[in-house]
């Protein structure tokens, strides 16, 4: 399909006409029905969130969201500088002015451990203040505004493990959601009202096995739907080999490349739909599943942007977002599109980041391409945000569009571990084990890791790794296996490698088993440069041999993931590093 064809069909061609009375729907009616589209929302305008969006910035909000046949919103905090607050009284007052406007809410209620946000935080705990205030909050919203909020979810990727500065244990969400739904039993709550808890599809059993657990299990039965997130474009990055363009079709036209990769992203969200689906069968359960979150950023100056995954731009945004729509809607899903607008705070000390880049609308009112059909057909005419009226972005060019969208990176490019080779192995990997050639596959691909962006990780024109670290007060970076490898035979063999790197620097060099997205990770290195017995230089190779067991640390040897990790410990910023050759040998 011609990528101008594609743009035609954007979402424009699904925007509704305000749908008839009666004007107070149920959360079953809604959640999934293709005349009530959703969408996350945030209205924050700032570089932080000291200050909510007036009443006055809602409505011009809520315009647009209902010409764009937007039903349904979903929000995350029920207390925060009043944002929920002045959302609702804003869809009331509108509601006044026009009977016919419809607009419902998920109402989110923040969740988080005792002692979250610090060095230490208790997941085996909730934060019992924090926590019974926002279901306060959210039960009296949801009392005052009835015809208007139909869901409360119980936290936010709130159980997921890779959020690790907050994640509580599933048991603390049960028991707010245990007690949100005997308030409906006691007639204190609207008995058409769903609960629900949004989060990460592998939260909902639909992963790791870590995550099932009876409070789980508990969890799954007491909620009236599973609300779930999924985001191949996050894992682009954190999980990439699906996303690289395979040598299969290295010959296809730029389009046909980029189209086909964004598909196989549309499939990564079925099979992990299908996954919780599984697991929620397996229990004998049956419970309606909607997608709580997912979406694709426009732009990014990290991990995600030409030095990186590929994944931002506003092409692959416009068809990930029509594709993903089409996909719930034969799914008979609901799909709160994360997210309607810009949110500058997200990352407030880098503009360019990714997370400031998911809405379909900037702050100012620029209409990004998945709806420049819908800006096409008129339904935007004399809206404005911040007072500036809506116009297309990139000037509506749909050449520059498609010029500006950048191809994913090839899977031949990526490094690989090669096992049972040669020390002569053209890889970056060599893992050499002469005694037992047929003990272990050829080759897996390795996906190369900055850590949260911390530095800039990239393979030069001779195949070496190199890493050049940026001005924060840490940095880490690994490369990752998709699946795990036995690294047993190994435990008393040696570490051959050649490498140089900033000669006042410490650095710490290891393997990890587990992943740090469940909790399992384990952490096994030892240390090399300035004040060790290994010193670099900055301009010459050096090559070690290091005893496996001198590794400090523990990891389990059977699971490894990541086959080698660098980390700065001392004198770290601005810190580089460069690795040539890395092999094991008994």
Not at 22 to 47: C, F, H, M, T, V
Not at 294 to 318: C, F, I, P, R
Not at 519 to 526: F, I, L, R
Request: proline fraction near 5%; charge should be negative; aromatic fraction near 12%.
């Amino acid at each position: 399909m011609n990528f101008r064809t594609i743009l035609s069909l954007s979402i424009g061609a699904i925007v509704l006409s305000a749908c008839s009375a009666p004007k107070n729907k149920s959360a079953e009616e809604i959640l999934g029905n293709p005349d009530y589209k959703a969408i996350a929302y945030g209205g924050y305008r700032n570089q932080d969130r000291s200050q909510a969006p007036t009443v006055k910035d809602i409505k011009e909000d809520l315009q647009i969201l209902e010409a764009l046949g937007i039903r349904i919103l979903r929000t995350y905090h029920a207390r925060l500088y009043d944002h929920t607050p002045n959302l609702l009284r804003a869809i009331r007052e509108m509601k006044e002015v026009d009977p016919n406007f419809e607009m419902y809410v998920m109402l989110g209620a923040w969740m988080q451990c005792e002692d979250a946000w610090t060095d230490n935080p208790m997941h085996e705990k909730g934060d019992s203040a924090e926590n019974a205030a926002e279901i306060a909050q959210a039960i009296k919203l949801a009392q005052q505004y009835p015809d208007i909020v139909k869901v409360i979810a119980v936290g936010n990727e709130s159980m997921v493990h890779w959020a690790a500065s907050y994640y509580v244990h599933p048991r603390i969400i049960l028991k707010e959601v245990n007690y949100l739904q005997s308030l409906k039993a006691d007639g204190k709550l609207a008995a058409d009202l769903w609960i629900s808890s949004s989060d990460n599809f592998a939260s909902w059993g639909g992963g790791d096995a870590a995550y099932h657990l009876p409070a789980l299990d508990s969890l799954i039965a007491a909620v009236d739907y599973l609300s779930v997130h999924s985001y191949p474009f996050h894992d682009t990055h954190y999980n990439p080999d699906w996303w690289w363009i395979p040598e299969g079709e290295e010959q296809l036209a730029k389009q046909a490349k980029i189209d086909s990769a964004v598909a196989r992203g549309i499939a990564r969200v079925e099979t992990q739909v299908n996954a919780v689906k599984e697991y929620v069968a397996s229990l004998g359960l049956k419970k309606p599943l909607h997608i709580g979150e997912t979406g694709w950023a426009s732009a990014d100056n990290v991990l995600y942007g030409v030095k990186g995954s590929a994944a931002a731009d506003e092409y692959k945004q416009m068809i990930y977002h029509q594709w993903i729509r089409e996909y719930c809607a034969q799914e008979g899903m609901a799909c709160f599109y994360f997210e309607a607008f810009d949110e500058p705070w997200k990352d407030g000390d880098n503009p360019g980041g990714s997370e400031n880049h998911f809405g379909l609308i900037s702050v100012d009112g620029l209409v990004k391409a998945p709806l420049w059909s819908a800006f096409d057909q008129g339904v935007l005419d004399g809206l404005k945000r911040g007072g500036k009226p809506l116009r297309k972005s990139l000037e509506g060019s749909a050449e520059k569009l498609f010029a500006l969208s950048a191809l994913p990176p090839k899977q031949a490019d990526q490094p690989a571990l090669r096992l049972n080779s040669s020390e002569k192995g053209t890889s970056l990997f060599v893992w050499s084990n002469e005694k037992d050639k047929a003990s272990f596959p050829v080759q897996q691909y390795l996906s190369m890791s900055p850590w949260e962006g911390s530095c800039q990780m990239e393979i030069n024109d001779n195949g070496h790794l190199e890493l050049a670290a940026g001005a924060g007060d840490w940095w880490g970076a690994s490369l990752n296996l998709k699946e795990p490898v036995d690294f047993s035979p190994f435990a008393e063999s040696y570490l051959h490698i050649k490498v140089k790197g900033s000669p006042e620097t410490t650095f710490e060099i290891g393997w990890q088993s587990g992943l740090y997205e469940d909790g399992t990770q384990q952490n096994a290195s030892w240390a090399i440069g300035a004040g060790t017995e290994y010193p670099l230089k900055a301009d010459e190779y050096q090559s070690f041999r290091i005893p496996v067991s001198t590794f400090k640390g523990k990891v389990n040897l059977a699971d490894v993931r990541a086959p080698f990790y660098v980390r700065g410990l001392r004198n770290i910023k601005g810190a580089e590093f460069s690795l040539a050759r890395m092999f094991f040998s008994l």
